[in-house]
Structures are given as structure tokens and as C-alpha cells.
């Protein structure tokens, strides 16, 4: 079946779904957008709210409904959402999710994989690392096709950090956060710049001393502080999801950190995690490599060998771990080595 251009489908409809979906309206970023969600009344509730904003929106022409996973057969792009998020007062770290997220996106995979392999799918759904590697390869999904936001929106987070630290526009600061989305993420300072100003410059030239632990820290830490302060994040993967629509959408070509699997870039292999790529509408067009200084070096390897650690124990099979009573947490062997602050989405 052909593809349809501009035809969404999102898949769940909590908070981080109907964000997305209001972003995409507000940003007229589709032709169609399809809700599939396991309570359809819910969905029907979100679809209807944000159908009467096309009247107020003078951009928006959209058809917003709810439908089925047979809907993912012609559409251009699956948002899948779907799986339960950290909540306040729960542990600070992501991987706490996998063992049920990993039954929510085999049960979502098995849905959309009836009717495609041809459609980008971006997973939002925590871990993200971990889901994105596990869903490429029990299912078959082409490499390129298939991936995450992984660190665009902690990426965002620091632009946003470092930015209100020097005292400048968020948009000017380039760099990324790479690696997992999660405790491992690292900054490659020296690819870090503002309008081809280093790092290792911004003393001299902006007057602030920037302190790198403390700026990773925070990036990792903000997501919870959110969750703590409001219950949920919504805002920020909704436009960190967007961005990655556009790029699709128009074919920008834009570099953006997104969690992948590597085919040798860097040395890595059998994971995924978060690489600059150059992305279009067929999906990653390109894995680009950096120029890494030792001490990135060493937090990507640290962010490799944790995130095999946990795909290790996990059947690529069936979707299960090999070790019993997961919930709630890992065993003292996988806990994080960087997990720093307190790292949630």
C-alpha cells in the first residue's frame, strides 16, 4: 500500500501522546493524524478536545480520529508513546520501565508489524535505548527506520542550561548530548561551541566559568525535577518529537542526536544509543562521526558497555529477561555506573 504524506499515527494518548498530537496541530505538521490507544473512549475524548482547536487555528487543517493499528499501513510516520513513564516519588532511573515497557511496544510491534515495515516509527517510549535496539531486531524493522528521540531532548535541556549559565540565545549553542538517554548520557565538550567559540574559550569570552560535572548533572536531573514539580513531562518531548517530524516532513537533512543502531560508528555494535545523525524523509540517511577527545571517549564506552550489560539479559526472542523478579528495578550488577543526579524523562 502507498504511503499517505502527512499522515500520523500516534500510538497511546496520555500525556506525552495528546502533547505531541496538540504540538503537531499547533505546528500544522500533518495531514491526518490516527490515535490508536487501548482505552478508545480516552482517545476519543483527545481527538475531539483538539479537533475544535482547528477552528480557532488559522495554520491547522488537519482530519484528527481515532482508529486501529490498521491505520499504520499507509501512514508516513508511527509515534509510539504507549507504556507506563516514572512517576513522582519513584526511582530515578528510566530502566526501572523495561520490564513492562518491553510487553506494551512487543504488544505495539506485533500490531504495527501486521501492516508495515514501511513507515518511520520513532519510539518516545522508556528506555528508549534499550526498546529501540530490542524492536529492530525481534522484528525485523529496518535500522534506518526505526529509532528514537534518545538525547534530542536532553540535548535541549542543555542548550537551554548552558545557555542561561553564558547569558546568550538557547539557539545559538551547538553540541550534543550523546549515549543513553538515561544515567551514561555524556557531553562531548569538545565538539561543544557557540558560533565556532569553544568550550574551553567561553571563560574568556562570556565571563562565566562553566562547570562541566555540575551542567551534565542538571541536564540528567531535570527531567525528575519536572515530574516532582508537575507529575509528568509533556512539553518537552512533544516539540523534541515534532523537530524530528519536520526533519521528515521536509526532508531538512537536519544532524540531530538520536538513539540508533551503529554499524560500526565509533567501534559499536549490538546497541543502540544516541549518535549525531543526518536525518530525512526515508528516515537516517547517516551516522556521522565526531571528533572525540579521551574523555568522551571514555563516556561512550562506559554508556556501551552498560547498555549491553542490560540487552544481554534480555531474550531477543520472546521479549523476557533472564533473570526473574525485574520489577521495580535491576539487580545490583546493572546498576547504572553514571547515574549522576537524578536522571528521569
Known sequence: MAIERGKIVIIGAGHVGSAILNSLLGMNLAREIVLINLDRDQALGEAMDAGHTLALNPLAGCAIRVGGYEDCADAQIIINTAGPSIRPGEKADRMQLLTTNLSVISSVMEGVTRYTRDAIFLNVTNPVDVLTYYCVHRYDYPREKLFSTGTLLDTARFHKILSDALKIDPKSVTGFVLGEHGGTAFIPWNTVSVCGIPADRFDAQFGAVIDREKTIRAVKASGLDIIELKG?????????????????????RSVLPLSVLPRGEYGLENVAMSLPCILGENGIEKILTLPLDEDAERGMRACDEYLRSVLHDIDMKTGRTHEEGWLGGYPPQHAN????????S
Open 232 to 252: 509528568y513531562t509533556s512539553s518537552g518531548i512533544a516539540l523534541t518529537a515534532c523537530r524530528v517530524v519536520s526533519a521528515i516532513l521536509f526532508h531538512t
Open 337 to 344: 555506573p553514571a547515574c549522576i543526579g537524578k536522571p528521569v
